[in-house]
């Protein structure tokens, strides 16, 4: 993290603030709604506690659903020109590693008076959506809320529930009305999900690890897949996402937006989809990309991941830009929308915070609180410090990764090209999934192309796995 410019300490500073906290962010204003009694929910990964968002819906004449998406009003507590939001502000993001998490914020707020854990009355920003049965958004809000949440739920076990696999989890089945609460969402997000489909949003699915410890002892690397219950919020977070940004420019305000541009490599992606029957033409499109990719996951839905880690890699990352009012910032590529900020993790991205704090001046008829210079400083350096937290969260997962397979040397693997450029060529091996760089041999390979390798050294420390082309 050092090495990336990344702070992995709190300060004394920022501990001194940290400490004389000593209860949440209360609110006198008349102006914020009590919302305290609504049938709100988060639903997260097991072990969360920096809880972010909640939702809740409600059925509407006409087949409309409203749906209410509450933030945590994480600016009520880390305010500019403090310790607290100095070190947020610079390394802009919480950073998860295999060794452990370096949160943006100490955990005394983030997992705890700024997270909206189960049963505690937390103030935040509620964004409220009108989806209709065909997935279109009508109308958006935002307004601030005191807000409850009445059950902490997980991924695994809501999904086993909405696909009819398992019974309903304790904590859904302990609150009368959540079971058809969680219905409504789940069906409003689905027509959310489809319309974005129909539109271009790209179906990919990559394998991506949890480290598994027996005691102390790394034992595993174990894929994590997508579920109905992560669409879910998925859907709604894309959605709140982008009635924030509507929202923003509405007011007159600056908004920062998340943007992935079209990709440069698209005529490799052109080349690997007629590899698979496919045919994408010459310019980027995302529709015809996305239709293709719907083909080929019902054709060949166990080749499908590895199709779609190579298209990532080849899209690109993500960046923030600012867009000033009444202008036109590129949309997101890969989610088929134009509008589009990131607001609904504030304990967790510094982005975030910079968006709520953008539109509670807008809410309160106060100037921004940031000129466009300064929102495009930060945008160049949250873009930066969310690509060197990503290179820190793959380093030490590569360092896990080399640890498993140290006494493995020799041993044989299918593979697939996901990265080839002249710093060199990289493939991942289907079990245990993980990557590693092709020393000899890598001659003529491409994003996507399946190889047989042999492992033939790692280093823990660096986190290399170093294979070799196998031409028999």
């Keep these: 993290m050092l090495q990336r410019g990344l702070l992995s300490d709190f300060s004394p500073a920022v501990m001194a603030e940290t400490n004389a906290i000593v209860s949440a962010a209360a609110e006198s204003d008349p102006s914020v709604r009590d919302l305290g009694g609504l049938l709100w929910c988060s639903i997260d990964n097991d072990d969360s506690r920096d809880l972010d968002q909640l939702t809740v819906a409600e059925p509407r004449s006409g087949g409309l659903t409203t749906v209410l998406v509450a933030v945590s009003d994480v600016d009520a507590m880390v305010k500019e020109g403090t310790a607290l939001n100095g070190h947020a502000r610079s390394n802009t993001t919480s950073v998860y590693t295999a060794a452990g998490v370096f949160p943006m914020l100490p955990e005394k707020l983030s997992t705890d008076l700024t997270s909206l854990g189960e049963g505690q009355l937390r103030l935040a920003l509620v964004i409220e959506l009108g989806v209709g049965a065909d997935g279109m958004l009508a109308g958006g809000e935002v307004y601030r809320a005191v807000v409850r949440n009445q059950a902490k739920l997980a991924y695994n076990e809501v999904a086993a529930w909405l696909e009819g696999t398992a019974p309903a989890p304790p904590g859904l089945a302990a609150v009368p009305g959540l079971a058809a609460q969680l219905k409504l969402q789940d069906r409003a997000a689905q027509a959310l999900r489809g319309l974005r489909h129909q539109h271009g949003a790209l179906s990919l699915e990559t394998l991506e690890t949890r480290p598994v410890f027996e005691g102390d002892i790394l034992s595993d690397l174990r894929p994590e897949e997508k579920n109905r219950a992560k669409q879910l919020i998925e859907d709604f977070m894309i959605a709140a996402n982008s009635v924030t940004a509507r929202t923003l420019d509405r007011k007159g305000f600056p908004s920062l937006r998340r943007v992935l541009r079209p990709p440069d490599r698209w005529d490799r992606i052109v080349e690997l989809a007629a590899r698979h029957g496919g045919r994408l033409g010459p310019v980027p499109n995302a529709p015809v990309l996305e239709k293709f990719l719907a083909e080929y996951r019902l054709a060949d839905p166990e080749q499908f991941p590895d199709l779609s880690l190579a298209i990532v890699k080849l899209l690109g990352s993500g960046e923030y830009v600012v867009e000033p009012p009444g202008q036109r910032a590129e949309g997101h590529f890969g989610l088929a929308v134009r509008d589009y900020s990131h607001s609904t993790a504030p304990n967790r991205r510094f982005p975030d915070l910079i968006t709520q704090r953008l539109l509670k001046a807008a809410l309160a008829g106060r100037p921004p609180p940031y000129g466009i210079d300064e929102l495009n400083r930060l945008a160049r350096h949250c873009t930066e410090q969310?690509?060197?937290?990503?290179?820190?969260?793959?380093?030490?997962?590569?360092?896990?990764?080399?640890?498993?397979?140290?006494?493995?040397?020799?041993?044989?693997?299918?593979?697939?090209?996901?990265?080839?450029?002249?710093?060199?060529?990289?493939?991942?091996?289907?079990?245990?999934?993980?990557?590693?760089?092709?020393?000899?041999?890598?001659?003529?390979?491409?994003?996507?192309?399946?190889?047989?390798?042999?492992?033939?050294?790692?280093?823990v420390e660096r986190g290399f796995i170093d294979f070799v082309r196998m031409t028999n």
């Design 386 to 459: 969310e690509d060197n937290a990503a290179k820190v969260e793959r380093q030490v997962q590569k360092s896990a990764a080399a640890l498993l397979l140290a006494s493995r040397i020799g041993e044989r693997f299918d593979a697939i090209v996901t990265g080839a450029s002249e710093k060199g060529t990289w493939v991942r091996i289907f079990q245990p999934p993980v990557e590693g760089k092709v020393v000899r041999g890598f001659e003529g390979l491409d994003v996507g192309d399946r190889v047989r390798v042999e492992l033939v050294g790692t280093n």
